[in-house]
């Protein structure tokens, strides 16, 4: 069994990996159950598992006996485990996201035959080091038995310009920490087709297209790629004497237009006081780099390149380490909306204006996520004037199902824009969110309700699916 801890302050890789000798979650919790409960929790799992997995020894109680079976674990982890924004437990794993003191962190116990079955989500997550420097093999088109398919959408570099001419296709993916939450996960794939490592640097130095969209980190890279270099090994050791890579407030900051003006603000900017540039580890070869960036404390970042022919010979590494970077849950395959993290139990519902002009509510779909968007800045502005046209959502809430109990659940999100129609929209997604908890077997909620201060539509919406007890700090479904 395996426990993967995921935290900016684990090394150079953001994340500790240890394997245990019993081979199930289940199995090991059991196991270790009278031990751990004997002792100091906390300092018995840092001995066990080599590090403090934050939150993981409330897990550990002598309040009751041990979990006998999996549902008994679900339950137990979704009761007892500190600050989860999201605890997904399966036959064969716990997954969770939670808010550590100084950022979100995340971890894994998981089967070994899990991992064995799922190689390409569980490949990186388990993976303990730098990725390996050489393909394993260099006969075919691709440098591999078969070629290798992204399991992601791509986000291309030359989406506005022309593309280099050549064979093959550049990854970048790039783990980066932005901020003190959502920063686990979330990061795309970016990609270049027509080139391979070797000449990277200069595809990208050549590139016809504006990188204003762009991370900032790429953008940087670029402009450090000096004349006449092909590869990006010296670039990379540029990128390393870069000032800052984020932000707490002020402008943001952009990446320089040129290499000349890169390396005045190298000379003229020294890197911000907490940052080791000597703790930046780079490894460069020839379809692989990567740079363990330190980025103050004991932080690092993680930026990885890697072309298709070293993808094409390591398969499942490749797969699983970009749906490392986007999903915080190896194991997630839903398409994420608006600040959703990956779940098994959040559900997001949408009340549109259908062509009647009546608010009709349905689960949320991908193509929703511009207008949920659009509901989260009208709660910090007015709203247009004008009148509401068909298909445009006027409400949304996003309930998280079976937690911390099989019987409760709770309100992570709750909006509603302020029409004549605004009173109907609470009522509709009212009724449908009343019937759908009473199929779960929801009997009440928990945590923080919508408050009538901030969402001034969320008492009639309340009313509607329920009633308020316990100083209306819960309510009981209708």
């Not at 070994?112 to 997550?125: L, T």
């Not at 004497?241 to 943001?252: F, Q």
Request: hydrophobic share 35%; proline share 7%; net charge negative.
């Amino acid at each position: 069994m395996y426990v993967i801890y995921r935290s900016w302050n684990q090394g150079i890789l953001g994340k500790s990996v240890r394997h245990v000798a019993e081979p199930t979650v289940l199995g090991w919790v059991r196991q270790v159950w009278d031990d751990a409960c004997a002792h100091d929790t906390y300092q018995w799992l840092i001995r066990e598992l080599g590090t403090n997995v934050y939150g993981l020894d409330e897990l550990f109680t002598t309040e009751s006996p041990a979990p006998e079976t999996v549902q008994d674990l679900r339950t137990l982890a979704r009761t007892r485990l500190p600050e989860a924004y999201q605890c997904n437990v399966d036959e064969h794993s716990i997954r969770v996201l939670a808010n550590g003191l100084d950022h979100d962190v995340a971890y894994y116990l998981v089967d070994d035959a899990a991992v064995a079955a799922n190689p390409e989500r569980w490949s990186f997550a388990v993976h303990d080091g730098p990725l390996p420097q050489a393909p394993a093999v260099h006969d075919g088109p691709s440098g591999g038995a078969t070629a290798f398919t992204a399991p992601v959408a791509l986000t291309e570099l030359n989406a506005a310009g022309k593309a280099p001419a050549g064979d093959g296709t550049v990854y970048a993916v790039l783990l980066t920490c932005k901020a003190k939450h959502d920063s686990i996960g979330w990061n795309p794939t970016y990609a270049l087709p027509g080139v391979r490592l070797p000449r990277f640097g200069a595809a990208l130095r050549d590139l016809e297209t504006d990188s204003g969209e762009w991370p900032l980190e790429l953008g940087v890279l670029r402009a450090m790629v000096a004349p006449g270099e092909d590869d990006i090994a010296a670039a990379l050791e540029r990128c390393n004497r870069w000032p800052e890579y984020t932000w707490i407030s002020g402008d943001e900051p952009r990446a320089p237009g040129s290499h000349t003006e890169a390396l005045r603000l190298l000379d003229a900017t020294p890197p911000a006081p907490e940052r080791h540039r000597e703790r930046t580890v780079i490894q460069t070869g020839e379809h692989v780099a990567q740079m363990f960036i330190h980025d103050g404390y004991d932080h690092f970042e993680q930026w990885f390149f890697f072309d298709d022919r070293w993808a094409a010979a390591h398969p499942d590494l490749a797969a699983s380490l970009m749906w490392f970077a986007y999903h915080w849950d190896p194991l997630c395959s839903r398409h994420h909306l608006l600040l959703t993290p990956c779940s098994d139990n959040r559900f997001r519902y949408v009340a549109v204006i259908g062509d009647d002009g009546v608010p009709h509510v349905r689960q949320a779909r991908p193509d929703d996520e511009p207008r949920i968007r659009d509901l989260r800045r009208w709660s910090y502005q007015k709203r247009p004037p004008g009148e509401v046209t068909p298909g445009e959502v006027l409400g949304t809430v996003e309930i998280q199902l079976h937690q911390p109990s099989p019987e409760t659940c709770k309100f992570t999100d709750f909006r509603i824009t302020g029409t004549r129609h605004a009173q109907a929209v609470a009522v509709a997604l009212g009724r449908h969110v009343r019937q759908e908890l009473r199929a779960a077997g929801i009997t009440r909620t928990t945590g923080r309700l919508p408050e009538a201060y901030s969402h001034r539509h969320s008492p009639r919406f309340l009313r509607t699916v329920g009633r308020l007890d316990d100083g209306n700090q819960v309510l009981l479904i209708g």
